[in-house]
Structure formats: C-alpha cells, structure tokens
C-alpha cells in the first residue's frame, strides 16, 4: 500500500509540475489543427514530462528512501555505536568537501547501505543493520566512505539527468510510433483514434526496457567510481575487504526494496547473486559483479 501510495503521490505531483511548465510555455497539444503531429511541439511536451518526472522523483528521493526503507534518521545518538557512526561520517564528509549528510540506520538482516538526495550538501547516508553488526570498523568506514564517493560525485543529480533525457527520447519516438500505425494500419485521418494511445503505451513500455540499459550502464560505472572514492577515503585495504566481506554473503536475503536497488552499495538478488553475468542479463545489472569491482581496486592499489 505504501508502495502504491508513494507511485501515485509522485505522478501526481510530476503532472501538476509538468502542466504548470507547458502552460508557462504555451504548449497546448502536440498536434496541429490539420491533426498532424507537431514534432517541435511534441518534443518539448516530451522533454517536459520526462525531465520533471525525474527530478521530482530526485527532489523527493530522501523521503521516499526513508519511507521504503524504514530508515530511522539519527539526530541524538543513543549509544556508543551510533555516536561512531555520526562522527565517521562527518570526518568523511569534510574529507570529500560536501555538507553532513543525514545519518540513518534501516532494518535488514542483509549488509547493505545507500546515499541519496538532491543536492550534495544535503543528502542522505544510511547503513543496515546487518552491516552494522557483521562488518569490523574499518569495513563500515570503507562502505561509508562509498557512499560518500556517491554524493561528492554527483551521481544522483547525473542519473537524474540521463534518466530524464532517456524519458524524453522514448515518450516522444513511442508517440510517433503511435502515430505511423495510427494512421497507417487503423486508417484514422484526423487527430488521434484509439490504436495510437494503444501502440504509444506499448511503444513506451518495449523503448523503456531497451533505453533503461542506458542508465543502468551508468550506474555499473558510478560503483567502480564509488569504490575508488571509498578506498581514497578510508583505504584501499579496507575497501577490498568490505566488497569481500559482501561477496561471502550470498545467502542473506535481499531486504532493499526493488526502487532503491540502484543505491545500495550491494544489489544481489533474493536468489543469491553477486556472481558474473553476461549478454541481456548483465545489461538490467545496477550493479557490477563484486569480483571485478575488487579487481578494479586492485589494478588502483598496485
């Protein structure tokens, strides 16, 4: 239900926001009076909707992230461990240039942590449990230092920009697709029948899948940057150690929910996973197989 919820809240307030910037912008209908697609207007309909989806969905990433998580923000330590755990991130913090992030702990019996949030001097940072428990010092220094490589890189805001570019290019080629069948196969003359909004919805679902390979290349790509952040941070040794650490935990079950997956730290499947994959199956990765992302540290320690 609450999964639900957070959809529903976020479409609505992306058409609010999205209606707002076209009417600002004079943009009624991508079709013209002869009922022939506009492509200027229709592709400025596109690129508004797509980049508003994704930067709604970026402006509230920490309230959904908590939301799905549980995740129980830390303002006045109650022990030892969490008095750690502030400190430590505020040393790294100050080490990598950004503001304190917000500091939080979510319940999962899986070693897992994640960074997200609009803005680097404003974001959020938050560890398992299972992490907390299982992991030495120096390895929840390393993992956090991580997820500190994520914020001081900027890699919310960049997947937030490729995604909404991804965004405008499928809602506007699903719609002239809708429009060539329209016309061409259901023979309407004027304006839009019922076939365009059908192919469009399946155009926009077939071009999601193919363009999302996208934007999960470039997630693969920040966690090998992430990594070097973490080793630059809290060293390389440890960093190493950390990724092996995930690497032994095959059999722990996967508690991050399914829309936060490209922010954890570890994103192995409820089946057990970390392991090597290629062709289709590696292009839907968020992220790399842990072995050759220690691999890359070790090419950086020599």
Request: glycine share 10%; charged share 20%; with cysteine.
């Amino acid at each position: 239900m609450t999964r639900i919820m957070l959809f529903l809240l976020t479409n609505l307030a992306v058409v609010v926001l999205a209606g707002i910037i076209l009417n600002l912008f004079g943009v009624g209908s991508y079709f013209d009076p002869n009922g022939d697609l506009n492509l200027q207007t229709l592709l400025i309909f596109c690129f508004v909707f797509g980049m508003a989806g994704s930067f709604v969905s970026l402006l509230l990433s920490k309230w959904m992230a908590k939301r799905a998580t549980g995740t129980r923000l830390i303002k006045q330590p109650e022990n030892a461990r969490e008095r750690w755990l502030l400190q430590t991130v505020r040393q790294l913090a100050e080490r990598a240039g950004i503001g304190m992030p917000e500091v939080g702990i979510f319940p999962a019996a899986q070693s897992n942590a994640f960074a997200t949030g609009w803005n680097r001097n404003r974001a959020l940072v938050a560890v398992s449990e299972g992490l907390l428990e299982r992991f030495d010092e120096q390895e929840v220094r390393a993992v956090l230092g991580h997820e500190i490589g994520h914020v001081a890189n900027g890699d919310m805001l960049t997947l937030a920009l490729i995604q909404g570019v991804v965004n405008t290019f499928v809602m506007f080629f699903a719609r002239i697709i809708g429009y060539l069948v329209d016309r061409l196969v259901f023979r309407t003359t004027q304006g839009r029948g019922f076939g365009f909004y059908i192919v469009t919805i399946v155009a926009e679902i077939v071009l999601g899948a193919l363009a999302s390979m996208i934007v999960l290349w470039f997630s693969r790509r920040r966690e090998f940057r992430a990594d070097a952040a973490g080793a630059k941070l809290a060293g390389s040794g440890a960093m190493i150690a950390a990724l092996q650490r995930l690497q032994a935990e095959v059999g722990v079950p996967n508690e991050m929910p399914e829309s936060m997956a490209a922010f954890g730290i570890s994103a192995r499947s409820r089946k057990g996973g970390g392991l090597r994959k290629s062709g289709w199956a590696r292009a839907f990765m968020t992220h790399p197989p842990l072995d050759e992302r220690i691999a890359a540290l070790r090419g950086v320690a020599r």
